[in-house]
């Protein structure tokens, strides 16, 4: 539903589930009971309840507040773009951002799907799991998102790439999302009262993009990983 904004009809929604209208109803009944989902002229959309739980998600990970907190006071960081990142499902989601420069082409809101595939947070991530785990995601996907020339073309290529992940020790989308934007990725293993690994990623812009920067920027991500996977501000 958020992804349709203008509402869906219950035949819609049913469709979309493979559910028969009558379960759908039900289900839709309760979302709307409680103040979830708002119904208008026969159309169901999202209502303000849902902030509910995205709000409270957000206040228990602790780790937000200290990814803020650690880019802010970072001496280039501060005055780039990073983002946290999870995944879901062959896409990964953004849970928080670090704006601290005008935005880049592609610059991901929080909430924003975008595919596992070809962000570096999407490969550092997936190279965290066994290649029949990745295989097994991604078999049967069809044509994989081609946002550039350079973006991962298939499961072979990515294969590869998460390969080079592993043996590196992190990620890189060198213009994947988008022929200006160059981004690192790295895993925060899952600390405090977070349920799975995030990833954290820098972008910057390709153009111009000189090695020291380059380096510098790999550097501080490295130690705000290493902080937050501590769960603190010390280092």
């Given at each position: 539903?958020?992804?349709?904004?203008?509402?869906?009809?219950?035949?819609?929604?049913?469709?979309?589930?493979?559910?028969?209208?009558?379960?759908t109803l039900t289900i839709m009944t309760s979302l709307e009971a409680a103040g979830l989902v708002a119904r208008a002229d026969n159309y169901y959309e999202l209502d303000v309840?849902?902030?509910t739980p995205a709000g409270g998600f957000l206040k228990g990970v602790d780790i937000v507040s200290l990814f803020k907190r650690r880019i802010a006071t970072s001496p280039l960081l501060k005055n780039e773009i990073a983002h946290l990142a999870v995944l879901g499902g062959r896409d990964v989601i953004y849970i928080s951002r670090h704006i601290g420069r005008s935005p880049l082409?592609?610059?991901?809101?929080?909430?924003?799907?975008?595919?596992?595939?070809?962000?570096?947070?999407?490969?550092?991530?997936?190279?965290?799991?066994?290649?029949?785990?990745?295989?097994?995601?991604f078999q049967g996907a069809g044509?994989?998102?081609?946002?550039?020339?350079?973006?991962?073309?298939?499961?072979?290529?990515?294969?590869?790439?998460?390969h080079h992940v592993r043996e590196i020790g992190y990620a890189v989308d060198d213009g994947e999302t988008h022929p200006n934007v160059f981004a690192f990725g790295l895993v925060v293993h899952r600390v405090g009262n977070f349920?799975?690994?995030?990833?954290?990623?820098?972008?910057?812009?390709?153009?111009?993009?000189?090695?020291?920067?380059?380096?510098?920027?790999?550097?501080?991500?490295?130690?705000?990983?290493a902080a937050l996977e501590m769960g603190n501000d010390m280092l």
């Open positions: 539903m958020a992804t349709r904004p203008g509402g869906w009809s219950l035949t819609q929604i049913a469709s979309a589930l493979g559910l028969a209208k009558s379960s309840g849902v902030l082409p592609v610059t991901a809101q929080v909430g924003d799907r975008f595919p596992a595939s070809i962000t570096a947070v999407g490969a550092a991530l997936l190279a965290q799991m066994p290649d029949d785990e990745v295989v097994a995601l044509e994989f998102p081609q946002w550039t020339s350079r973006s991962t073309p298939d499961l072979e290529a990515l294969l590869a790439k998460v349920v799975q690994d995030v990833a954290i990623s820098t972008s910057l812009s390709r153009d111009p993009l000189d090695a020291e920067h380059r380096d510098k920027a790999l550097s501080e991500l490295r130690t705000i990983c």
